[in-house]
């Protein structure tokens, strides 16, 4: 049913979006992915966004233990209606005296849960942090498998929970002497090489068909004024035939 609704859908938009659409598709991952810890800066947490989106890196885990997840629309120019947002939080508004909180640096449930299901899913979790050594975006090990790279908050960067978590460290080699670089640009820097690396390997990077499927529904659904309603009529008409 899938891909009729797919056709049906794509009957709603512009031959020039849907070929967009398609193109954009071509060049998406999951090989490589992105988790935010407890970030608290609305425009460092859409500029990693923005920078995701940019190379083709489909997906961010967010944790939210403290710290809402804040986008500012005007960093993020719309970038995050073409990701998959996965957050892991207490399921309500944090708000109040919780919101912008520093986070304790022990960690908490959420980093957790987080690390286990992309454990689960097949990624190696890479910890980002300038005080651990570890490899650089030039030498990272990419034939190993997928992996989940961990960036931290703005100050502190990623947490005991989350360090004591990870199979691997990355770091930025720096030559000033400010301590780090701040946490769009090292998500950028990173993500860009190794984006760039992976398309000059012979690594099977790209989302396969039924993921890209799964993703331009998502995408027309988001694009189609009245499309829910558009949809729930197919499905009617479409279940009646059976």
């Known amino acids: 049913m899938t891909a009729d609704l797919i056709d049906h859908l794509s009957g709603f938009v512009s031959e020039n979006r849907l070929a967009g659409f398609q193109r954009v598709l071509g060049e998406r991952t999951r090989y490589i992915t992105v988790l935010l810890e407890d ?6 947490a859409s500029a990693v966004l923005r920078t ?4 083709g890196v489909q997906d961010v885990h967010i944790v939210e233990e403290q710290n809402e997840y804040e986008i500012n629309p005007d960093v993020s120019v719309g970038s ?11 399921g309500v508004p944090l708000g ?4 912008n909180r520093k986070p304790d640096r022990k960690g908490g449930v959420h980093i957790t849960r987080a690390i286990n299901a992309l454990k689960e899913q097949g990624y190696r979790i890479v910890a980002t942090s300038p005080h651990k050594e570890g490899q650089t975006p030039e030498n990272f090990d990419l034939e190993k498998g997928k992996a989940a790279f961990m960036f931290g908050t703005e100050l502190e960067g990623l947490t005991d929970q989350a360090l004591g978590m990870a199979d691997e460290f990355i770091q930025i080699p720096m030559v000033g002497f400010t301590e780090s670089y701040n946490i769009s640009v090292s998500a950028a820097v990173i993500m860009y090489t190794l984006r760039k690396r992976l398309e000059q390997s012979s690594i099977k990077w790209k989302i396969d068909e039924e993921e890209q499927d799964c993703i331009l529904l998502d995408w027309l659904r988001g694009s189609i004024k009245m499309g829910q309603q558009i949809e729930n009529k197919f499905r009617k008409e479409y279940e009646s035939t059976f």
């Open 80 to 90: 995050n209606l073409w990701l998959g947002l996965h957050h892991y939080n207490s």
């Open 96 to 99: 109040g005296e919780l919101h």
């Open 52 to 55: 995701c989106e940019c190379v």
């Open 39 to 44: 970030i608290y800066q609305a425009q460092n």
